[in-house]
């Protein structure tokens, strides 16, 4: 336990034994109007590793397959799912909760840009406000019949990520890498924060992992060879798949058309992700 302990885990990260006895306390209740079967957190060791893009293509991907998806954009200081559906619409609200926005092909997605007044304007909100934020999205959104509610994780593994790991019940996250991080530390924290929370870590997907060459077809390895496997295979994980960097997929997503893009690379993720 820290010297300056406050006893409100929501706010510390230290991992005393206090906290390791009762990770399920301080789990949220959702709204009672919302109806969720599985709750899939995705994280990563730091920003702009393409987290963002591997969690709108998991809910894209199985809403292909039939299923009712839904993303919660607990990204507060970096938003950028609603971008990526095409979405620049207000969230409404009712008597009862606040309604998610639904993009063209039925994908409810909730996020701080759906009620700033400005989506450009600046989140500078201090960290137990972006932790409370995300809380709400959980307890006052209505998600209705949902089979799959993807969470967009802050980036890192600090104070705000902890608290939604603490407050969202989720079934189990994907951990997003990219070949230049230095993999085995970054998944190591991830693994230790699920571990803390009790979340079963579906597996690691690989973002950036190469670029096809146009002309022949080689795959050139930008950043160097990949060390996922071994990373994986050193926490007892599955990797889920490599996803390449592919102009495609930018040009699409950041054009707000993520249903269009095509990402059969993360067919497996999206396979075990219906086997939770
Ligand atoms: N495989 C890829 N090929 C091409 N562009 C990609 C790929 N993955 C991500 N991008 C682009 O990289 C940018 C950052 O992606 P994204 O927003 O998903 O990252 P992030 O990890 O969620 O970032 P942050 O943590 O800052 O929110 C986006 O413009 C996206 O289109």
Redesign the pocket.
Known sequence: MSENCTHDCSNCGENCPSREANPADFLEKPNAMSHIKKVIGVV?GK???????VTSMLAVLLNRRGAHTAVLDA?IT?P?IPKAFGIHQKAMGSEFGILPARTKTGIDIMSVNLLLDDETAPVVWRGPIIANTVKQFWTDVIWENVDYLFVDMP?GTGDVPLTVFQSIPLDGIVIVTSPQELVSMIVAKAVNMAKMMNVPIIGIVE??SYVKCPDCGKEIKVFGESHVEQTAEQFGLKVLGK?????E??KN??AGLAELVNVDCLDAAADAVEQL
């Open positions: 990563s920003g702009g590793v393409g987290k963002s893009m990204d970096g950028s980036p973002n950036m996803v390449p960097i592919d102009p997929i930018a997503y950041d």
